[in-house]
């Protein structure tokens, strides 16, 4: 007998989940007391939920590197996330590493950094996930080529440029990107 595998939608912590940009000074956000679901985020995060899709966060986090804040603020971070989500997200991976970093042990390229693949292929193999059925979601072209390289499909989150680049959909919020997840995808 073979089981089928899960597919997963993959999203982006920052600007995709919650509010970041607009919150911080220099785009990191390393505390727990600043996180705010984006509009429209719970509720597509409970529709996918009810579709049969897991949902695993995947972030870049080079406030680390660059010695902002400590894994443990991501870690706190994330956990209110998902406590403002009703526990819905299945598993978060994220990256520490920037290049450009200041904290010797952060300061390198690395294959979970996005554009990189690495956190999708992680959890897809911790979570048995098949990605050819499975989804990427992001507000930057990173965010886009670390799900194609993958073999996921592609939904960038860009409200001022519809259109503009090598994502499958482009749309302005997580709830238009569910909205097509749930009608473009086998049953």
């Known amino acids: 007998m073979s089981l089928k595998k899960s597919c997963a939608v993959f999203l982006d912590r920052d600007d995709t989940l919650i509010a970041c940009n607009g919150v911080t000074l220099h785009g990191d ?13 719970a509720e597509a995060c409970s529709m996918l939920k009810r579709a049969g899709f897991r949902l695993v966060v995947i972030s870049n986090q080079g406030g680390v590197a660059r010695g902002r804040f400590g894994t443990d603020a991501v870690e706190r971070v994330n956990a209110k996330v998902n406590e403002l989500l009703g526990g819905a997200i299945d598993a978060f991976r994220y990256c520490p590493f920037h290049p450009n970093g200041v904290v010797p042990s952060f300061t390198r390229e690395h294959p979970w950094r996005k554009p990189a693949p690495g956190m999708i292929l992680d959890a897809a193999a911790a979570l048995d996930i098949e990605l050819r059925r499975s989804w990427t979601v992001g507000d930057a072209a ?9 073999g996921t499909r592609t939904i960038l989150i860009a409200p001022a440029e519809p259109g503009a680049s090598d ?21």
């Open 29 to 41: 956000l390393g505390d727990p007391a600043l996180v705010e679901l984006l509009p429209g985020v």
């Open 142 to 150: 990173r965010d886009v080529i670390a799900g194609k390289q993958a």
């Open 167 to 187: 994502a499958d959909f482009t749309v302005a919020s997580l709830l238009d990107a569910a909205t097509i997840i749930l009608r473009e995808s086998e049953p």
